[in-house]
């Protein structure tokens, strides 16, 4: 559904390395902010749910004294409610602890009430009550290959979450082990990683073990997908049986962030970085990276960000919204967020100064 | 009956119903896991910020028994006695 900027408000969403900013706008240009929501702990991610005619944002909150939990909000912010029990918990005999819930993702408006979540140690959850309490997806936990998935720089984690509208497909994506994918709504699951590099170990393209950075799927094209890797940009065509490169055209094929669009087919961006070793904007330009021909060909759009930009962008700090056009956000790790109302072709700094930027959500709301 | 008090740090209070001193009845000596069981008992949250999911000490929080952290002595299993001051202190930490 094309919603319009003009009809309804947006509401921004920042999570730091020390708390939580919220921002409403009229118009994606004049924002409205509250915070630091959470002082002090770290906010690694954010799910806005609009289904079911309310506004909710749940935010994964970790305080490095505190540990981690699930909170949730239906008045932008006003109030915040935490389940007695926790949200994510690990049932006893998995002798598990969650270490960090590294993704909140809404389902499809058919399917109310439900959301995912992923978290560390690698894990995804399933919630029925609109993200109240979650579910251990088994089918994941028990896999076989759970004892040699590895740990990135971040941790172990399951951090994309990727429901199709129609049927029971899911792709999942860890750091480190790559995509899986599972045609029973969860029940079982099995690696697609073919095509997508692993030059870090010892088999460069083995079945699993790939540091693949994030996914989206194509929400025009069923069984598209795209990759931003630990080195390569990919797009599968055939529900992740097979990935091949669409990196050819960028300054760099490092990054972390792949947004799609929310309508439009061929449409995503990424954010590059120079390299594993030098995660930075490649000459220190900073700029968004989009293609409308589904990689083909990548077009770079810098105008309203600056030139001397040392800061990388996190997987999960960049979002985008539903507007037509549609709007892009992201915040780099110097704690300066960016937004664009015209789906990336200009920015300009919403917020700067901030902690460390982990992630970023956008959504249009009726009302704010 | 005796209590055995466990004092909280100014930022745990609000999910203790605002006290700053939790106290558990105990006619002898119980481990400071089952203490922590006891004071957390009407508080879920406050237990779920000491403690995770497996029942295992949050690595920054720290519990001191007569000036000793739990770590250096029996962990969760450290014996308190009736009269002794439980403290939970958070470790300095973080940037």
């Known amino acids: 559904m094309v919603r319009m900027a003009s009809a309804e408000s947006f509401v921004l969403a920042i999570g730091t390395k020390k708390g939580l900013w919220l921002a409403t706008s009229q118009d994606r240009r004049e924002w409205s902010f509250t915070g630091p929501h959470f002082l002090m702990s770290e906010i690694p991610s954010i799910g806005i749910d609009t289904r079911d005619g309310r506004t909710r944002i749940m935010v994964g909150v970790r305080s490095e004294h505190w540990g981690p939990t699930v909170a949730h909000s239906d008045d932008l912010g006003a109030t915040w409610s935490e389940p007695e029990q926790g949200a994510i918990k690990f049932p006893e005999d998995t002798g598990a602890a969650v270490e960090r819930v590294w993704q909140i993702y809404p389902d499809v408006a058919s399917r109310p009430g439900v959301v995912w979540a992923g978290a560390e140690p690698i894990s995804l959850w399933k919630s029925t009550d609109g993200g109240e309490h979650f579910e251990l997806n088994r089918g994941l936990w028990d896999h076989p290959h759970r004892s040699e998935w590895g740990a990135g720089y971040g941790g172990a984690a399951a951090h994309s979450i990727v429901v199709h509208p129609a049927g029971e497909t899911v792709h999942v994506a860890m750091s480190t082990g790559g995509v899986y994918r599972s045609l029973d709504g969860g029940s079982s699951w099995e690696p697609r990683n073919k095509g997508i590099s692993a030059y870090f170990m010892p088999d460069p393209n083995p079945e699993f073990g790939q540091c693949v950075h994030k996914i989206a799927a194509d929400p025009a094209v069923e069984g598209r997908l795209y990759a931003q890797n630990h080195h390569g940009v990919y797009r599968t065509d055939d529900n992740a049986d097979t990935w091949k490169s669409i990196a050819e055209g960028l300054p760099a094929d490092f990054g972390f962030v792949m947004l799609t669009h929310p309508r439009r087919e061929g449409t995503a961006w990424v954010i590059p970085l120079k390299a594993d070793g030098e995660r930075i904007p490649p000459n220190g330009e900073l700029a968004v990276h989009r293609t409308d021909d589904a990689g083909s060909t990548w077009k770079r759009m810098a105008f309203g960000l600056p030139r001397g930009e040392y800061n990388s962008v996190l997987r999960d700090a960049a979002s985008v919204d539903t507007a037509e056009p549609a709007g892009v956000y992201f915040g780099t790790r110097g704690g300066t967020v960016y937004a664009s109302a015209d789906e990336g072709e200009t920015f300009r700094e919403v917020a700067a100064h901030l902690p460390d930027v982990l992630c970023v959500r956008a959504a249009v709301v009726a009302g704010a | ?95």
Do not use: H
């Open chain 2, 1 to 95: 009956m005796p209590d055995i008090a466990v004092v909280l740090p100014s930022v745990l209070q609000p999910l203790a119903g605002g006290q700053s001193v939790l106290t558990a009845p105990a006619d002898g000596p119980v481990t400071v896991g089952k203490l922590l069981d006891a004071v957390t008992s009407d508080f879920a949250v406050l237990a779920r910020r000491l403690r995770d999911e497996t029942g295992a000490l949050r690595r920054f929080v720290n519990i001191y028994v007569d000036g000793d952290e739990v770590r250096r002595l029996q962990g969760l299993e450290t014996v308190v006695a009736p009269g002794q001051e439980v403290l939970v202190i958070q470790s300095v930490a973080g940037g």
